[in-house]
């Protein structure tokens, strides 16, 4: 007996021993399994999160346009550990400033608050902030930022957190992101964790020792932490122990000691059977859809969520292959390369379009691992799916707003000249053909009706446009008022006429917006060409060549281009060099001046100013050079040297006591309209010390049309200083006659085109008599332009009018010349005096 006890004893020593040891280590692997699948669940919980914060990056990066409010909203529906989106400029996050182990992704401490920017502030409300930077022309500009809900990942460790177990995630800064640990991990431990990414330590705290079981996670700077203690732990085996003792005390009960030792070890399977269930929980509850196969790829289990995400059951799927999901997208190379793969013994992992059981298409990031035994033999394949099918479509819907305008749905510049150039680099062969489309009365609707009425005229262009166009071509909106279209391969050049045609006639048909009713016309340049002969950026050129010669030929109508048009531009484009260089020399630009007369008493009262142009010999006329320098932006550098040249004159005049009158300047409405040209005359005006009543400012009719704010600033300033206000060209234009008398003008100019007629139209007669009475109506005095014969001199007279400038009396002539005319007028009208 004391042996059978001896050896009892010695047996029951050492299975309570190995008993021990035994919990420790199921501890241990308990722990491990549980913390790698929260690792798992987390990782994969933020991957989806940082895609859709990427996905915002992108966007702002590539400048699209895109509204990333609504971008952000339909990210956040389909991903509930994310609570809101925001985008935040550099100076304004300053916290995201940093940077950890060289990552783009920086992940900050729990804030309080809702989300980021939130003004709520409470202790019971938290979130977890990721920052993500975004660049603008590779420069840094800001942050994307994430606020994490800090519940959704509470939810995660629940299920770990009711069997006494202690779950906690940490930054590798130390810091306590969630969880029950410590706020802060003391140095070492810290150290530990980063230099070994995965482990186990043992411990001793007031509630006892403790296991904890650390992940530091792979993709992000996190470590999770999972804590059990060994009482727990332990608890069986000193249920165990207590066993042996009792089993000591009845010795000579064999049989109750054999029942023991047979509940005890039946108790122990039963709790392995336990954690065992416990990890099955888990996977079976994983956000994922998750099935096994055996090696020959017969399915022999899946989750919940893979029959949320295919529509089949466990029952449907049982013995079948994953070929049941095969959508027809992927071509049979794309398979073997996945089954080459996980045959070798290593993980696949790509994206994939399935097939829902409704035959919908679901696309995936699939991984599939081996599950390989002791021989390295597979035994099982377990395929893990994240459904990315939102993000997909959110990537596919943030491209399609990259290449196309947001304004009228049509393909935008950047998207039409890359088809081109690829159009045009990778063809050899057919001719193509590409149509430049530009509106001519855009400007004037948008600056009399406003932009809401702009935005609804490009609107109706475009689905014109639309309709005209035929289904191969590439209809795009390229700025502004700007369209264009190329065809390949094109059609007969007859073909391409009769389109051209087609676009200028569907866009003069009159548009009509709220209770007004306005036309606006288009020029079309049409450039073709064999694709083998050309680049885009010829092609380009020729077509915008063509559209100008279309504008300058009367608008509404379409040209082709031809090389002649080639080399009017090349004219053009000299002459703007040429007007350069005379602005920067002294010999080449000079003032005339032409006088104006009272109708009555043929006394001098001022001169208008002209700029003349002569180089190498040969007069410029302004008719040539002037609208290039409007259209070039010269024109307000070249009215600068003009003003500062006539006041140079004016202030000499007046130290010689020489009386020319009122002095008439002509401005352009692009200095009206896009200069400080009013602030920059009052300046000369002070620098030269001329009073500003003996300056006066001509500018055309045509100029009032733009209703421009920096325009309305000029001209109020002018009045506010009492230099006069002249209208040139009156009645060629289309001035709104309320605008006229919101104006308060001094002056009225009548165009010399009605004063020709004066004496042979009777029309013209009618409208020079109308207008000097409008004008004298208005309270302004008018001047007569052109006038060459007595019989034009007199009837103005009669009628009303009160200057004369023309012919009739001088022509325009330089300062030393106009001073002669005005000694030899002097003495002329004195020996009238005599006489009469």
């Known amino acids: 007996m004391i042996i059978i006890l001896l050896v009892m004893t010695i047996s029951l020593q050492n299975i309570l021993g190995r008993g021990y040891q035994r919990a420790l280590e199921e501890q241990a692997v308990t722990n491990a399994s549980l913390a790698y699948a929260i690792e798992d669940s987390v990782i994969r919980s933020l991957q989806a999160a940082v895609g859709a914060l990427q996905t915002i990056a992108l966007d702002i990066t590539e400048g699209n346009g895109v509204s990333t409010k609504s971008l952000s909203n339909r990210l956040l529906r389909g991903l509930p550990q994310l609570r809101n989106i925001n985008v935040v400029p550099l100076q304004a996050a300053p916290e995201c400033a940093q940077r950890i182990s060289n990552a783009d992704i920086l992940f900050l401490p729990i804030h309080f ?31 994307v930022i994430g606020s994490l809900n800090t519940h959704y990942f509470q939810s995660l460790f629940q299920s770990v957190s009711t069997s006494r177990r202690e779950v906690s995630l940490y930054l590798f800064s130390g810091e306590k992101v969630l969880g029950e640990g410590k706020d802060m991990l003391d140095h070492e431990r810290k150290e530990l964790m980063i230099d070994r990414s995965w482990g186990n330590i043992r411990e001793e705290n007031r509630q006892g020792e403790y296991l904890d079981s650390y992940r530091a996670t792979s993709f992000y700077p996190l470590v999770i932490s999972l804590r059990s203690y060994n009482n727990d732990a332990l608890a069986n085996w000193r249920n165990d122990a207590q066993l ?89 190379p794309f398979f073997q390369e996945l089954w080459e793969t996980i045959s070798n013994g290593s993980s696949w992992r790509n994206e994939l379009i399935n097939r829902h059981k409704d035959g919908q298409f679901v696309t995936v990031e699939q991984t599939i691992t081996p599950i390989l035994d002791s ?46 150039d690829e159009c045009v680099s990778q063809r050899h062969y057919g001719s193509i053909a590409l149509l430049f489309i530009d509106l001519d009365r855009f400007k004037e609707i948008n600056d009399t009706l406003g932009h809401e009425a702009g935005d609804v005229l490009l ?182 040297w003009i003003i ?73 300033m002018l009045r506010a200083n009492n230099i ?5 060209d009156f009645g060629t234009g289309y001035c709104s006659l309320s605008y006229l008398k919101e104006l308060e003008a001094n002056y009225l100019k009548i165009d010399q085109s009605f004063v020709r007629g004066i004496g042979d139209i009777e029309s013209d007669e009618c409208i020079v008599s109308a207008t000097i009475a409008m004008a004298k109506g208005l309270n302004m005095e008018v001047i007569a332009e052109g006038v060459e014969i007595e019989y034009q001199a007199q009837y103005l007279a009669e009628h009303g009018c009160d200057y004369l400038q023309g012919y009739g009396f001088a022509r325009p002539m330089p300062a030393a010349d106009l001073e002669v005319w005005l000694e030899q007028r002097k003495q002329t009208l004195n020996a009238e005096d005599v006489k009469a």
């Open 113 to 143: 608050g809702r989300y980021w920017g939130d003004s709520i502030r409470a202790a019971d409300l938290e979130y977890w902030p990721i920052c993500l930077p975004y660049y603008s022309q590779g420069k840094l500009s800001g942050f």
């Open 459 to 640: 609107k109706r262009v475009a689905k014109k446009l639309e309709r005209v166009a035929p289904d191969e071509a590439l209809l795009s909106r390229l700025g502004g008022d700007e369209f264009a279209l190329f065809l390949h391969p094109a059609q007969q050049a007859s073909h391409i006429h009769h389109l051209a045609q087609a676009i200028v006639d569907a866009l003069a048909q009159p548009f009509e917006y709220q209770d007004t009713t306005f036309s606006v016309s288009c020029s079309v340049g049409v450039a073709m060409s064999d694709v083998a002969d050309i680049d885009s950026s010829s092609l380009l050129r020729q077509a915008d060549l063509a559209m100008y010669r279309a504008k300058h030929s009367g608008k509404n109508t379409y040209r082709f281009f031809d090389d002649s048009m080639d080399e009017s531009m090349q004219r053009r484009v000299a002459t703007q060099r040429h007007l350069e260089e005379a602005m920067s020399q002294d010999d080449q630009l000079s003032l005339f001046f032409q006088p104006q007369v009272h109708a009555r008493t043929n006394q001098v009262v001022g001169v208008e100013v002209l700029i003349r142009w002569r180089r190498l010999g040969e007069w410029i006329s302004p008719a040539v050079f002037i609208p290039i320098a409007e259209d070039s932006g010269q024109i307000i550098e070249l009215g600068r």
């Open 244 to 332: 042996v003792r009792s089993i000591f005390t009845v010795l000579a009960i064999v049989i109750v000691l054999m029942l023991i030792m047979y509940l005890v070890f039946k108790h122990k399977r039963d709790k392995v059977q336990g954690s065992n269930h416990l990890l099955s929980m888990a996977v079976r509850s994983a956000a994922n859809a998750i099935f096994i196969t055996d090696p020959k790829g017969r399915i022999e289990w899946v989750n919940e969520a893979f029959t949320t995400l295919t529509g089949y059951s466990l029952k449907q799927v049982r013995g079948k292959t994953p070929r049941i999901l095969n959508s027809g997208v992927h071509e049979r």
């Open 724 to 728: 006069s206000i002249a209208i040139d």
């Open 375 to 420: 021989k390295g033999r597979v035994e099982y394949f377990v395929a893990v799916h994240e459904d990315i099918t939102v993000r997909k479509e959110a990537e596919q819907q943030v491209l399609y707003m990259a290449q196309h305008d947001d304004l009228t749905g049509l393909s935008n510049r950047r998207y039409f000249e890359q088809c081109l």
């Open 644 to 716: 500062d040249r006539t006041l140079s004159q004016v202030a000499d005049w007046r130290a010689r006591n020489i009386e020319v009158g009122k002095v008439s300047i002509n401005i352009s409405a692009v200095q009206l309209s896009n200069s400080e040209v009013a602030y920059e005359l009052l300046n000369a005006l002070k620098h030269y010390n001329v009073p500003s009543e003996v300056i006066a400012i001509e500018f055309t009719e045509t100029t009032l049309m733009v209703r421009s704010a920096q325009l309305a600033r000029n001209l109020a």
